[in-house]
């Protein structure tokens, strides 16, 4: 098969995915991405406090060591206003915890003793972490988690749904207005996932239940853009297997040609998303 016959199947195949895809674009976020694991590629750092930050970049955790995420966040952490900047060794601590915490979830996985689970954290962090960087780190979880099992145990002992509910509104006024907030927020995310299992319209009556009409139709319009892409991820890495089985090209046709399909069907700012979905892929 001559050069020309090759490049016309290579166009053949582009112009199908092209026909079936769109062109994905997001922000520039240049300025971030070289802290960034390729899954937290067109993501932003959650600075809403110091431990999200530390989840942020621990997200990656499953696909790189320890040493490259502490490196990462140095990086980042440099960048910063000196009054900014976060306690790296607090990072290494909260990294330790997170293995030790993910071996006790393991050992009780069955049979979980709630109660007994919630004091055996309480005493990983004492063994971690001073008394302030616990407060600092978590106190409103342990504070939710104490809350979580004072509802189940009125849930228990209540006699009807009324004692329930008044028993429980008695003890979530007794909380600040912020916490007694992030409460009933915690709950409201519960909530919203429990819905996950139901058709599309059954999900959308409890969303709206839930949250009102407007945030249903949000919630709705992006679970409809991830499914979206999702798919089109998918169509693609179809047509990229086709191409890397195609035995008439050589290495550096099948390069060239995949490189041409990314480029017709995706945004140069996701390149580095769609490579890391690929090598997921061919795991």
Request: glycine content about 2%; aromatic content about 8%.
């Amino acid at each position: 098969m001559n050069r020309c016959s090759k490049i016309g199947k290579v166009s053949g195949l582009l112009a199908v995915m092209i026909t079936g895809l769109v062109i994905f674009s997001t922000p520039d976020k240049n300025n971030y991405n070289s802290f960034k694991a390729d899954a937290q590629l067109n993501t932003q750092i959650d600075k809403t406090s110091d431990r999200d930050t530390f989840e942020y970049f621990l997200s990656d955790l499953v696909d790189n060591d320890t040493d490259t995420i502490m490196h990462r966040f140095e990086r980042y952490n440099q960048q910063l206003e000196s009054s900014e900047r976060l306690e790296t060794a607090l990072l290494g601590k909260y990294m330790r915890y997170k293995a030790a915490l993910a071996t006790l979830k393991r050992d009780n996985n069955l049979n979980v003793d709630f109660q007994d689970l919630h004091q055996q954290m309480l005493l990983l962090q004492r063994a971690f972490f001073t008394v302030d960087e616990q407060y600092h780190l978590f106190s409103e979880e342990n504070l939710l988690r104490e809350l979580a099992l004072l509802k189940k145990g009125i849930k228990e002992s209540a006699q009807s749904s009324e004692e329930f509910q008044q028993r429980w509104e008695f003890e979530l006024n007794k909380l600040p207005p912020v916490l007694r907030n992030s409460f009933r927020n915690a709950s409201l995310l519960a909530a919203l996932n429990e819905t996950n299992i139901l058709d599309t319209q059954s999900q959308f009556i409890a969303r709206e239940a839930l949250v009102g009409s407007e945030a249903a139709e949000r919630l709705r319009i992006l679970d409809q853009q991830r499914t979206d892409f999702d798919r089109h991820v998918h169509s693609y890495l179809i047509t990229r297997d086709v191409i890397l089985n195609n035995a008439s090209f050589d290495d550096i046709e099948k390069e060239q040609a995949i490189t041409d399909l990314r480029k017709s069907l995706f945004d140069n700012s996701l390149w580095r998303r769609i490579e890391a979905l690929e090598r997921i892929h061919d795991r």
